[in-house]
């Protein structure tokens, strides 16, 4: 069975690099982004494997074109915590092994799945076994 990973970022930066990647070893990949889904898969990523958020991506750059330094920084609180609870949304009902989140838009995330495993205990020895049984699947 693949190794499941979810990317959650706000932009490019290089996940979009890090998930063809992923995918070239077998991953099963699903990248959570603002991007629309036709640019990310000229970056090697197929569609399937995209969830987005077009309306945050064309207010992000709308608020980059028109509101100058001092407005992007007055609106980038609220960006990350809207994207942040929707990749939260989205990820409540994806079954990933890892989660990477890119810092800007993890932290309303980060307590949802905080609330969600409340007093239990992190699933680290099965993501360890999938880890080791990937990597050696990997080698052959």
Known sequence: ???????????RFHAFDLGRELIKQGVDLVLLTNYPKRVVQQFGIPQRN???CISHGVLSRLINR???RRGRAMFEPFLHRWFSTWAAHVLSSVDADMI???????????HAFEAESAGTQPETENFFAKMKEFLAGGAQ
Do not use: D, Q, R
């Open 1 to 11: 069975m693949p190794l499941k990973i979810a990317i959650v970022v706000h932009g």
């Open 100 to 110: 990477h989140a890119f810092s800007g838009v993890s932290e309303e995330l980060l």
């Open 66 to 68: 028109t509101a100058g």
């Open 50 to 52: 995209v969830v987005n």
